[in-house]
């Protein structure tokens, strides 16, 4: 195919100015990529908090163990309610005495009351949520207090809304500079072979077959800067994972074929624009 032939011509005669693209772009990318990993990691950290996100209801003094028991397979039965756990007095002693071990010979079995430890779904742990679950629970005649954190959990959900429209807004903000910065690169690569392109017009060349190698190049050139970002952010995760000894998460498969695949559409459209752009001056 005579356009392919023509592009890895291109590279060839241009090696140091096809390397100067697909870095620029891979480094655009890589920018992109590493605060996609940022706000990722972000996400992740704040939904392990989330998680940790329970109503306890306390019961009131010599309340049946069947009717507890019986009243738990209710709750757990309601739409947002994940699991539901029995904390015996026993049990409510012993895990005060391992979370406080300083002050466990303080505790007394008939100090701590039974319990309804409730785990709400993912998607369902919104302060609105919350309360309208821990509203339920307080209709029970058995249930002397409820307890969910009710500032800790509003201060988490607002947090967690801050970071995702934060995330969104620089995220395109980034990938807007990076595709100034590519499409840049492109046509300075363009205007170096602006002479070709005048005497393939004057020899009778269709604009869309000056066009096709162009495209094909800047195809290529994004998918190999897009695969180069993705080496980089990769390990640019590892190192500072090792350094600084916690664990990351990066991003899955799909994602990185998303973002490989943006490196090359990103390259087809700078090439795009930018040829035409000159075909119109010629």
Not at 54 to 77: G, N, W
Not at 127 to 155: N, S
Not at 240 to 247: A, I, K, R, T
Request: aromatic share 10%; net charge neutral; charged share 20%.
């Amino acid at each position: 195919m005579p356009a392919v032939r023509d592009t890895f011509f291109a590279f060839r005669r241009a090696p140091l100015l096809s390397a100067l693209s697909i870095t620029t772009i891979a480094f655009s990318l890589f920018a992109v990529g590493l605060f996609g990993l940022v706000v990722l990691n972000i996400r992740e950290a704040l939904q392990k908090v989330e998680e940790r996100v329970e109503i306890r209801a306390f019961v009131a003094e010599k309340t049946p163990v069947e009717q507890i028991a019986l009243a738990a397979d209710d709750v757990s039965k309601y739409p947002e309610v994940l699991s539901v756990d029995l904390v015996t007095q026993e049990e409510a002693l012993e895990r005060a005495r391992k979370e406080l071990g300083e002050f466990r010979d303080v505790f007394e079995a008939e100090f701590l009351p039974p319990s309804l430890d409730v785990h709400l779904k993912p998607g369902f742990r919104d302060p609105t949520t919350v309360h309208r679950v821990a509203d339920k629970l307080k209709a029970l005649t058995f249930i002397d207090d409820v307890r969910f954190g009710e500032d800790w959990i509003t201060q988490l959900y607002r947090l967690r809304n801050i970071a995702g429209v934060a995330g969104v807004a620089l995220g395109l903000a980034f990938a807007a500079v990076a595709v100034i910065i590519i499409g840049a690169t492109i046509r300075m690569a363009v205007l170096a072979r602006s002479r070709e392109i005048s005497i393939m017009r004057l020899v009778g060349a269709t604009d869309a077959y000056v066009r096709r190698p162009f495209l094909i190049e800047g195809f290529i050139k994004g998918v190999l800067g897009g695969a180069l970002a993705l080496c980089l952010t990769w390990l640019a995760i590892r190192l500072v994972s090792g350094y600084l000894s916690f664990q990351t998460v990066f991003f899955d498969q799909s994602i990185g074929l998303i973002g490989i695949a943006g490196g090359a559409l990103i390259g087809l459209l700078g090439s795009a624009f930018s040829v035409g752009r000159h075909l119109r001056r010629v």
